[in-house]
């Protein structure tokens, strides 16, 4: 059993960059993925970014490819997403996420842990 906490999602104006965290605590997994999806009002959650939390292998939507990193610190179990060049479009609930194995799915169904998400509004 894994719990996952984000935090860091705020306002910010178009071209501003924010980093969100997910604290992970639980029970420590052999291989694990890490996933950050968002999700707009009236819109199917989508997928942003994964990374195996070993071997630091990375997926990028094409929508923040250039723009957000996913990196991680493995003393504090935490997984962050550093948002940089944000725009209007991306305003949404961002959710942390978290599988057994190293695979970067992109699929929410895929993944077995979620946050509560945590709410980032970009102004024009």
């Known amino acids: 059993q894994v719990q996952l906490v984000e935090s860091g999602g705020g306002l910010v104006q178009a071209g501003g960059s924010l980093r969100l965290s997910c604290a992970a605590s639980?029970?420590?997994?052999?291989?694990?993925?890490m996933g950050w999806f968002r999700q707009a009002p009236g819109k199917e959650r989508e997928f942003v970014a994964a990374s195996s939390w070993r071997g630091g292998n990375t997926n990028y939507a094409d929508s923040v490819k250039g723009r957000f990193t996913i990196s991680r610190d493995n003393a504090k179990n935490t997984v962050y997403l550093q948002m940089n060049s944000l725009k209007p479009e991306d305003t949404a609930n961002y959710y942390c996420?978290?599988?057994?194995?190293?695979?970067?799915?992109?699929?929410?169904?895929?993944?077995?842990?979620w946050g509560q998400g945590t709410q980032v509004t970009v102004s024009s």
């Open positions: 996420a978290a599988r057994g194995g190293s695979a970067l799915q992109i699929g929410p169904t895929e993944y077995d842990y």
């Open positions: 639980g029970r420590t997994l052999s291989s694990v993925t």
